[in-house]
């Protein structure tokens, strides 16, 4: 149990770190683009954060899951509105008659 958690927990550290620095590296012409698949990611998160709080072992992974299910759809939602709010930067003007 204690080598599975340690195991977890550098997993996720290492994660975030990669992760970290992997976003720094991105030009920020690029980071509205890239926000369509970063949504399709988190999308993926929402579902398995779903399946890890249904599996009701223990209340950790029940609170845990609640949390990454919240983060998750907030990421996906704002990401989303992100998108639009960029689309419609680029769609023409009406003219007023």
């Not at 997993?11 to 970063?38: C, R, W």
């Not at 949504?39 to 029940?62: P, Q």
């Not at 609170?63 to 509105?81: C, M, P, S």
Request: proline share 3%.
């Amino acid at each position: 149990m204690t080598s599975v958690l340690i195991a977890s927990l550098f997993v996720f550290v290492l994660a975030s770190f990669v992760g970290f620095e992997i976003i720094n590296k991105v030009p920020p012409t690029l980071h509205t683009p890239l926000m369509s698949g970063a949504n399709a990611i988190s999308g993926i998160a929402v579902i398995g954060a779903l399946l890890i709080s249904s599996a009701k072992e223990s209340n950790v992974t029940v609170i845990l899951g609640f949390i990454a299910v919240v983060l998750a759809t907030i990421n996906v939602v704002g990401g989303f509105l992100v998108t639009d709010r960029m689309l419609q930067m680029f769609k023409k003007k009406e003219a007023n008659v």
